[in-house]
T-cell receptor, first 113, second 114 residues
């Protein structure tokens, strides 16, 4: 089945630790995205990548980092510099080339203790 | 700056009735796409319907239809014959034609009552 997987579903970390969230897609999509979702704030774009080995900052990139070494994978690292990392994180992908329609993974709930 | 506004944080409707969710957006672009996404309690985002701005005809998908008013920059979602499974957060999203990015509204929480 084609789709986007995110793991783990729930993640707990101690304050000050870096943590990496996984996102994999087998849809052969060129573009991938990371969003953060907080209550009452909708989805806010963290980083996006339109092609392998290239990515751009979104609206709230501070305290986060990404890599895009393979077309299928777009991992997000939440660093200790992120002041309020507890949130729900969604990964998405799209064909690219301004088609816009995005397909989403099931999300990861990160809780920093 | 391009923005998307959903002015109804919460709505409720009785099963089998019709409900309309509002969305307005602000842009100077002429070509763009508009979307409604559904996020049920499982939190999996699902595309409900999409509209291309150059198309005057309103998009429909079974019980879901939109009222797209380009001049007013309005894009409302109508759900007919509401079902319990329609209970979810609904997000309106705007995508300019010259970019892959989407801009999301803050969402409307819809509760369908039996």
């Amino acid at each position: 089945d084609g789709g986007i997987t995110q793991s783990p579903k729930y993640l707990f970390r101690k304050e000050g630790q870096n943590v990496t969230l996984s996102c994999e897609q087998n849809l052969n999509h060129d573009a991938m995205y990371w969003y953060r979702q907080d209550p009452g704030q909708g989805l806010r774009l963290i980083y996006y990548s339109q092609i392998v080995n290239d990515f751009q900052k979104g609206d709230i990139a501070e305290g986060y980092s990404v890599s895009r070494e393979k077309k299928e994978s777009f991992p997000l690292t939440v660093t200790s510099a992120q002041k309020n990392p507890t949130a729900f994180y969604l990964c998405a992908s799209s064909i690219g080339y301004s088609v816009n329609e995005q397909f989403f993974g099931p999300g990861t709930r990160l809780t920093v203790l | 700056a391009q923005t998307v506004t959903q002015s109804q944080p919460e709505m409720s409707v009785q099963e089998a009735e019709t409900v309309t969710l509002s969305c307005t957006y602000d842009t100077s672009e002429n070509n763009y796409y508009l979307f409604w996404y559904k996020q049920p309690p499982s939190r999996q985002m699902i595309l409900v319907i999409r509209q291309e701005a150059y198309k005057q005809q309103n998009a429909t998908e079974n019980r879901f239809s939109v009222n797209f008013q380009k001049a007013a920059k309005s894009f409302s979602l109508k759900i007919s014959d509401s079902q319990l499974g329609d209970t979810a957060m609904y997000f309106c999203a705007f995508g300019p034609d010259n970019t892959d990015k989407l801009i999301f509204g803050t969402g409307t929480r819809l509760q369908v009552f039996p």
